[in-house]
């Protein structure tokens, strides 16, 4: 089994950066990307970026630029630098680990508030 914690999430004001954590623990072995979704209060959760064990990335078209997924293998962790963010970035910032078997991982998820 993987288990998935986040941190780093808070209340930020707009302009401002936040960074996301997420650490893998368990059959971390398993794991072929990592990822964060976000789901904000009345949407449905979508895609904010992913990388793979390889460090292959990929971004939600609207957030290029602004926000940059990374990894550290070596302690099996993801980040999610965020920058120049916005109100509407508010939202449950969910990490997500991909497996090579069986049905993918979620973490518990962390808030972010960005205030106007």
């Known amino acids: 089994q993987v288990q998935l914690v986040e941190s780093g999430g808070g209340l930020v004001q707009a302009g401002g950066s936040l960074r996301l954590s997420c650490a893998a623990s368990?059959?971390?072995?398993?794991?072929?990307?990592m990822g964060w979704y976000r789901q904000a209060p009345g949407k449905q959760r979508e895609l904010v970026a992913s990388i793979t064990r390889g460090g292959s990335t990929n971004y939600a078209d609207s957030l290029k630029g602004r926000f940059t997924i990374s990894r550290e293998n070596a302690k099996n962790t993801v980040y999610l630098q965020m920058n120049s963010l916005k109100p509407e970035d508010t939202a449950v910032y969910y990490c997500?680990?991909?497996?090579?078997?069986?049905?993918?991982?979620w973490g518990q998820g962390t808030q972010v508030t960005v205030s106007s």
């Open positions: 997500n680990a991909d497996l090579r078997y069986g049905p993918s991982r």
């Open positions: 368990g059959t971390t072995f398993t794991i072929n990307a």
